[in-house]
């Protein structure tokens, strides 16, 4: 592992969630030509109150998450909890805290916590509440974890449960922070799709051998399948859409600016894509027009070096 890839994964998902904020709710045939923080005049821009350069929930979520595990020195639900209502009721690290856009499944989550459910019965366990508003956050678990496997992707699971309960959402969760220690190893892989592949066999060692839990992995994410994905919101979507853009694209800008393309929930896409891209190749491969128009920087470097610190 080097500080380079930490760095990396923070800033390219903040990045790509950045990067992804006007382009939401469009479909890919309406995205223009070219994809950067500003978009070119005359496109219908989604949230057009919020400035270029300006992270979403997704990100402001990550960093309650990183605040967490930092403070805590650990993963602590009811912290976790405590975190998210404060950013959703004051803009707890949001930039210019001010929150614009909040998943229906973790605003349902977050009115549970508010009526004080502990937080790790607030996430709904319904099969239509599979939204990927618990793993576009789970990130920072990945990049801070120094347990086993098995205790990363049960913490992940438990992250999952404050906003999102259902196994598709947990499993997922639990993948994705197995995906990203991967490329945090300075090892060479053999080809692209390697790093997913370790990582789904170390979740199949973990999981039950039937249950919820495996049905999510092999019935839904359908890991050993060719990698394919859209747009969308779905939490197997998105997961999907993250393993084909890194397999298929070899550098962080044409990665997000790829996931940016599959249209729809587009700053979320970017953001997972962004994530794992940053991990894999480091801080320096984002490009610096994008890390100089990204806002929020007084409130994420000190939580960035913090996990510096605690990791270097």
């Known amino acids: ?151 990363l992707a049960r913490d992940a699971d438990l992250q999952s449960r404050v906003t999102h309960g259902h196994a598709r959402s947990r499993v997922s969760c639990a993948l994705y922070c197995l995906w990203a220690r991967r490329f945090l190893r300075d090892e060479p892989w053999p080809d692209p799709a390697a790093p997913w592949r370790d990582a789904v066999g170390s979740l199949r060692a973990i999981l039950p051998a039937d249950g919820d839990e495996r049905e999510a992995l092999e019935h839904h994410i359908r890991p050993d399948d060719p990698a394919e994905g859209r747009g969308g919101g779905y939490v197997i979507d998105s997961i999907r859409s993250a393993r084909m ?17 599959l249209g729809d929930d587009t700053d979320t896409t970017a953001c997972l894509v962004g994530g794992i891209a940053g991990v894999r190749e480091g801080l320096a491969a984002i490009p610096t027009r994008w890390m100089n128009a990204m806002r929020g920087r007084e409130q994420v470097d000190p939580l960035v070096e913090w996990l510096v610190k605690l990791r270097g």
């Not at 605003?107 to 508010?114: E, K, N, Q, T």
């Not at 853009?245 to 940016?260: D, L, P, S």
């Open 245 to 261: 853009i890194i397999e298929r694209h070899a550098t962080y800008e044409e990665a997000v600016i790829e996931a940016v393309r």
């Open 1 to 151: 592992m080097t500080i380079d890839r930490l760095r990396g994964g923070l800033f390219g998902l903040l990045v790509g969630d950045a990067l992804g904020v006007p382009y939401e709710f469009h479909r890919p045939e309406a995205l223009p030509s070219t994809i950067e923080m500003t978009p070119p005049d005359g496109f219908e821009r989604a949230h057009r109150g919020t400035p270029p350069g300006t992270y979403s929930d997704d990100g402001a979520q990550a960093l309650c998450l990183l605040a967490t595990l930092i403070e805590r020195e650990g993963f602590d639900p009811d912290d976790f909890g405590r975190r998210l209502v404060n950013w959703y009721s004051h803009g707890y690290l949001a930039v210019d805290y001010r929150v614009f856009d909040v998943g229906v499944q973790t605003g349902v989550a977050i009115r549970r916590l508010l009526e004080d459910v502990p937080a790790l019965e607030a996430g709904p366990t319904d099969e239509r509440r599979n939204g990927n508003g618990s793993l576009m956050r789970v990130l920072p678990l990945a990049l801070f974890h120094r347990g086993t496997d098995a205790e």
